[in-house]
């Protein structure tokens, strides 16, 4: 462990006259016991971590500098991912799948974060964040119809919870974590990995703010913090109002010794401009950061980032009701075409885990394809 750095004080140490003392302050770790304080973080870290940084209107010395053509790709990005989540919720209410984790509101911060990391960056995703990351970068909407689904032609071959999709290795995405805040030391696995190998890869992990209570949750930030590991966590809070026993989700950080930023998540430059800043921080072997991107219920992303964008003449509304109508049609023309296609066949079910059945197993599986009517299985 290397040894704490001594920092001035930001307030007189307690218990002293006149907050004056002869002793050093030390910012973090195992100290002298007889040290007035230890400072654990700084006044301006705090304010980063329990404050609100964004960009949009009112926007304070304009926004970001970021390439027009990333922002009409955000959002197109965001209407498909949009288009995407009203038909599956319709799906799963209507019980034609089992279950769908609805997305609407998060656009913003899903897509913000992932447009803000180089192409050889891996993200870790959560069940409701995987879609956005994939579409950002390029994936097309029929495996996630199909994914939802289930069907044959679903890359997961049925193994996942719809909305759960896993997803071609060249995406650099791992595959959706359904379970609470698993994927952060997943995220943390990836980044010491490239740390060893010294590459310049970032890895960021989605989570949600639920899962901040998991133990999967201070598992990824503490082995983040302990190996000062490239990686950026980002939590999409869209409920605020969720108790607590911190007063922001990003104050946490400072416990563990990381940065903790609370960012606009409903401001897709903000989101942009935050995760950046942190990716390169991280590359440049500044540690981890922990975001909590805050995102108002009754927020809509997509239409803030379209206002600003018409109001700087960089997409103007027929452009964007144009996007609009092109993202329903090409989900509504992926799903009509994968809904009828048939479930994978009955040894999809061990795919993946023997390399080759039993005889017993074997005939069960025959057994099974004759019953569904698909033949034995040569």
């Known amino acids: 462990m290397a040894a704490p750095k001594s920092v001035p004080p930001s307030r007189p140490p307690s218990g002293l006259s006149g907050g004056k003392s002869s002793l050093p302050l030390i910012r973090a770790g195992m100290g002298d016991p007889a040290l ?9 870290e705090y304010r980063r971590a329990t404050g609100l940084y964004g960009v949009l209107p009112p926007a304070k010395g304009g926004a970001p ?25 319709g799906l799963a209410d209507a019980g034609r799948i089992g279950s769908y984790a609805g997305t609407r509101g998060i656009e913003a911060a899903v897509v913000g974060a992932a447009a803000a990391l180089a192409a050889d960056d891996v993200i870790a995703p959560g069940r409701r964040h995987a879609s956005g990351a994939a ?18 032609h679903d890359p ?9 999709p ?17 994927q952060l030391p997943h995220a943390a696995g990836v980044a010491w990995a ?39 966590f980002v939590c999409v809070n869209d409920r605020p109002s969720l108790a607590m026993k911190s007063e922001t989700i990003a104050v946490r950080a400072l416990a563990y010794g990381l940065d903790g930023l609370r960012v606009d998540g409903g401001d897709l430059p903000a989101v942009y401009a935050s995760v950046r800043a942190a990716a390169e921080r991280a590359r440049g072997g500044g540690g981890a950061t922990l975001i909590e991107a805050v ?20 997409l103007d509304g027929g452009a964007q009701a144009e996007l609009a109508r092109a993202a329903e049609a090409e989900v509504r ?17 061990i795919e993946h885990v023997v390399a080759r059945p039993s005889p017993a197993l074997q005939e069960q599986l025959d057994d099974l394809d004759r019953v569904r009517g698909r033949g034995t299985r040569s």
């Open 36 to 44: 007035a304080e230890v400072v654990a973080w700084t006044d301006d």
């Open 65 to 89: 500098a970021i390439d027009a053509a990333v922002l009409r790709d955000a959002l197109r990005t965001m209407t498909r991912m949009r288009a995407l989540d009203e038909r599956a919720r």
């Open 135 to 152: 579409l950002w970068r390029g994936l097309a909407v029929a495996p996630l119809a199909a994914q939802l689904y289930g069907n044959a």
């Open 156 to 164: 997961a071959r049925g193994h996942r919870l719809p909305g759960c």
């Open 166 to 182: 896993a997803l071609p290795r060249a995406l650099n995405i791992l595959p959706a974590s359904p379970h609470a805040a698993t």
């Open 194 to 232: 490239a740390k060893m190998q010294k590459k310049p890869t970032v890895a960021l992990g989605y989570l949600d703010a639920p899962e901040i209570d998991a133990e999967d949750f201070h598992t990824g930030l503490n082995f983040a913090a302990v190996f000062r590991l490239p990686v950026v």
């Open 295 to 314: 995102v108002a219920p009754d927020g809509d992303g997509i239409a803030r980032l379209g206002t600003w964008l018409a109001g700087q003449k960089i």
């Open 333 to 349: 023309a992926a799903l009509a075409a994968e809904e009828p296609v048939g479930p994978p066949p009955a040894h999809a079910v």
